[in-house]
């Protein structure tokens, strides 16, 4: 294994560490989901292009588990980090882990987390550390298409047919309490952000928003106040879904430990 | 094959030795599994190859970070470089960020004359978020082409098709 990676001295290994696996748990997760479309899509073409968002966010996350594992410095890699934690450990955004529903739910939960990730990605291109701003410049470029394809959908079904738009319309409802939680701010955010790591996600709502903003007005969509918002992913309170997913995920590794092929 | 002595931006490369040359060379001539028409040195992901008193040091980036053709072409690096004597070691790199200005003029032509519509600049903008990108037809020349999908075969590229010659194709896409 590499030696330590040398991480910036006013913050600790613990705080990066816990910043970088909400970050790789919210890409496998999300990942995860897309990947699940992967021979159920409505047409060939999004058949293609889910499994493509997922190997693009399955990537990113395996980049972000690598250097958690690292500074971290306890000798777990990257399958282990995925693999073998239980859901309360797993910090995953409680959207990223919503079920997939219908096709108009996904691509609007795809827009949402594509929309919060350009302007994060984009900040932390000129990261402090060096590490992060190298993952950074390669996903801002990947994220900017998945905005572009997410948000190309987001129009077409929210501006299209009576039964689409009831169902784009019935997505944003759905997804309404899980947009403020990705712009939470706690300990953890607050000393990445003091450390010149990554920027707080509560300074990225209107970024969000200028992004989200035309897209919907384009679409004819509205945006729906939510009188409470869910929260706790950050904590490892998760939703029911997450259990069946990881499930899934972690099937083969639980079964046979430390398989490889 | 482009010239060892520049990097595809026409920056000069330091001389290399002899040994580092013909390492260099072995490794440049590794093709891209899914695009067997260019050589990993014509797509600008091969980065360098030096020796390492007597291991010879290939640094390859990945086009995309979740690209499954990593080790793949990792592994025809090692190969590569094994048959022409060297005991190799591959690193991967990330930094800089690998775009599509990386990959070299020839690389360009190969691609178009193997079917597929190299990069055209500037066509991921979020400014561009509905605006059409206009890519030549890789068989016909047409401009006259029109998007499918925006994720193909392959993470690295998109369908298009020709509305003059009527022939589907690939796009290799800007990033």
């Known amino acids: 294994m590499a030696a330590a990676p040398s991480i910036a001295p006013s913050i600790s290994g613990e705080t990066l560490t816990a910043f970088l696996l909400r970050l790789a748990d919210d890409h496998l997760v999300l990942g995860h989901r897309l990947s699940e479309w992967c021979g159920h899509a409505p047409m060939l073409e999004e058949d293609l292009a889910m499994p493509n968002m997922a190997l693009d966010l399955i990537g990113q996350a395996r980049s972000l588990y690598q250097y958690a594992g690292e500074v971290e410095g306890k000798g777990r890699d990257e399958d282990q980090i995925a693999y073998v934690r239980r859901e309360r450990e797993y910090v995953n955004c409680l959207m990223a882990e919503r079920q997939n529903g219908d096709f108009a739910h996904t691509m609007l939960r795809q827009f949402y987390f594509a929309a919060l990730m350009l302007p994060l990605w984009q900040a932390m291109m000129t990261s402090t550390d060096e590490r992060l701003a190298g993952i950074a410049a390669k996903a801002e470029k990947e994220v900017a298409y998945h905005i572009r394809h997410a948000g190309e959908w987001v129009v077409r079904l929210g501006d299209g047919t009576e039964e689409s738009t009831r169902r784009m319309k019935a997505a944003v409802e759905a997804l309404a309490p899980y947009v403020d939680e990705l712009f939470e701010s706690d300990d953890v955010t607050r000393a990445v952000a003091e450390a010149g790591i990554a920027p707080d996600p509560s300074t990225l709502r209107p970024a969000f928003d200028a992004i989200v903003g035309p897209v919907f007005a384009e679409a004819g969509l509205e945006w729906v106040e939510t009188p409470y918002g869910q929260t706790g992913g950050r904590q490892g309170r998760h939703g029911e879904a997450l259990g069946f997913l990881l499930a899934e995920l972690q099937y083969m590794q639980r079964t046979y430990p430390g398989m490889t092929w | ?175």
Not at chain 2, 131 to 141: N, S
């Open chain 2, 1 to 175: 094959m482009q010239s060892p002595s520049s990097d595809p931006s026409g920056h000069l490369l330091p001389a290399r030795g002899e040994k580092e040359e013909r390492a260099y060379r072995a490794a440049a001539a590794v093709v891209d599994p899914e695009i067997p028409a260019v050589t990993i040195a014509d797509l600008g992901i091969l980065r360098g190859v030096e020796m390492d008193g007597d291991v010879a040091v290939a640094r390859v980036t990945p086009t995309y970070t979740g690209c499954p053709a990593v080790l793949a072409i990792e592994l025809a690096v090692e190969t590569a470089l094994r048959e022409a004597g060297f005991e190799p070691r591959v690193e991967r790199v990330i930094s800089p960020a690998w775009t599509t200005d990386w990959i070299t003029a020839v690389g360009r032509e190969k691609l178009r004359a193997y079917g597929i519509a190299p990069p055209v600049k500037a066509s991921n903008s979020i400014r561009a978020l509905f605006g059409e990108t206009e890519v030549a037809c890789p068989r016909c020349g047409s401009l006259e082409t029109a998007r499918i999908s925006e994720f193909g075969s392959t993470a690295c590229k998109a369908l298009y098709r020709c509305q003059s010659c009527h022939e589907p194709f690939d796009y290799f896409k800007c990033i």
